[in-house]
């Protein structure tokens, strides 16, 4: 037999026995609660020095760019050195090279 637990005894003081647990939360699919920008798309990520962070946000900020838009600029330059098609989406980045 289990040994009696005070603290459940206490909390049972409180709960008000005509009042229903909450309902759980529906379990949604990943990525089905994403805003619509975000829809389809997963998130690629590591863990870096901040020193890392700091220095790409710079290259972005002196580029005009966003950091999105660098990463998948480098992902895009290591698609092509493994012979890969670059599949990154850019944005402006792309603009800007072809003007």
């Known amino acids: 037999m289990a040994k009696p637990n005070p603290l459940a005894r206490g909390l049972e003081?409180?709960?008000a026995?005509?009042?229903?647990?909450?309902?759980?939360?529906?379990?949604k699919?990943?990525?089905?609660?994403?805003?619509?920008?975000?829809?389809g798309q997963v998130l690629i990520g590591g863990f870096?020095?901040?020193?890392?962070?700091?220095?790409?946000?710079?290259?972005a900020v002196e580029g005009e760019i966003t950091l999105q838009e660098l990463l998948a600029d480098a992902?895009?330059?290591?698609?092509?050195?493994?012979?890969?098609?670059?599949?990154?989406?850019?944005?402006r980045i792309l603009e800007a090279r072809d003007s």
Not at 17 to 27: L, Q, V
Not at 48 to 59: D, G, R, S, T
């Open 13 to 15: 003081k409180f709960t």
């Open 17 to 27: 026995p005509s009042t229903p647990p909450p309902a759980a939360p529906a379990i």
């Open 29 to 39: 699919g990943r990525g089905q609660n994403r805003p619509g920008a975000r829809k």
């Open 48 to 59: 870096f020095a901040p020193e890392v962070h700091k220095q790409l946000k710079m290259i």
């Open 75 to 91: 992902l895009n330059t290591i698609f092509a050195r493994e012979g890969k098609p670059e599949i990154a989406r850019l944005g």
